[in-house]
């Protein structure tokens, strides 16, 4: 709304900051969409090549050739050292958006943020030194966005993709008021809490704030449980359990181990 209104009162810097802060809230709430790391390496590896061919054969070369006052209104523009403003280099909306989409799904899905702003900055800045120092008409930004994301990443993406069949977090155990046995996977981690959603139909929401091996589940609206936490190399296991539990006495003890058993070999497979 505040970049129409800049629009219309002609004040062009402030209609360029509130178009780039406008694309990039667009695309942080894109990301919340997405529900594993798979769908952000699945966009990257495909928008370089729908950007080439719009940039070089498709929509965006007619509206730079043919339609330089919408490319004016849409585009983010950055001013050259020692040109005149009209020599400006711009930004596509899609640039801006993927750029603040990726660096806000390195953030969620525990990748490195600040390689990931660096390496995308960095590779966009080469794109727009070479836009502006040669003939050409423009260049393709979104594969300095989505390589951005990916080069400094790739390890860890390469081992959450292989690991996709399994989720990363299984939430197990037995307590007075039910049986859990859910797979989830993490939205969000901090030093001091997981956000999770589990994959059921429909999904719920989780929350684990712990301390050490310990911690309280949140589970949609349900009461926090004390959980043991399990924080391994591959995963997490979240084993809810009753501080003053009476199922000891209602349950088969060969359930009870069978249940202890199945808790060792999670622990090991994300191990």
Known sequence: ????????????????????????????????????????????????????????????????????????????????PGEPASASATLGPPDVLFFALFLAAADRFGLRVASTWLAMTGLLGGTLVLAATTDVAGLPALPAVAFGFLIPNADLLW???????????????????????????????????????????????????????RGRLTLADREPLPVRVHDLPNGVVIVPYDESPSLV?????????????????????RN
């Open 1 to 80: 709304m505040l970049a129409v209104l800049f629009r219309l009162a002609e004040l062009d810097v402030l209609f360029n900051l509130a178009k780039l802060l406008a694309l990039t809230a667009l695309g942080f709430w894109f990301l919340s969409y997405f529900e594993t790391v798979a769908w952000a390496v699945l966009i990257a590896a495909i928008i370089p090549w729908v950007d080439a061919v719009s940039v070089w054969r498709g929509p965006t070369e007619y509206v730079v050739s043919e339609q330089p006052g919408i490319l004016e209104d849409v585009s983010i523009g950055f001013r050259i």
């Open 249 to 269: 006495y209602d349950v088969h003890p060969e359930q009870l181990a069978a249940d202890d058993a199945k808790i060792e070999r999670l622990i090991r497979e």
């Open 159 to 213: 081992r959450a993709l292989r690991r996709r069949g399994l989720a990363p977090v299984r939430v197990y155990g037995r307590t007075d008021a039910a049986m859990f046995d859910l797979d989830a996977d993490v939205l969000e981690r901090s030093p001091d809490r997981i956000v999770l959603l589990t994959r059921e139909r429909p999904p719920r929401n989780a929350t684990v704030a712990f301390e050490s091996e």
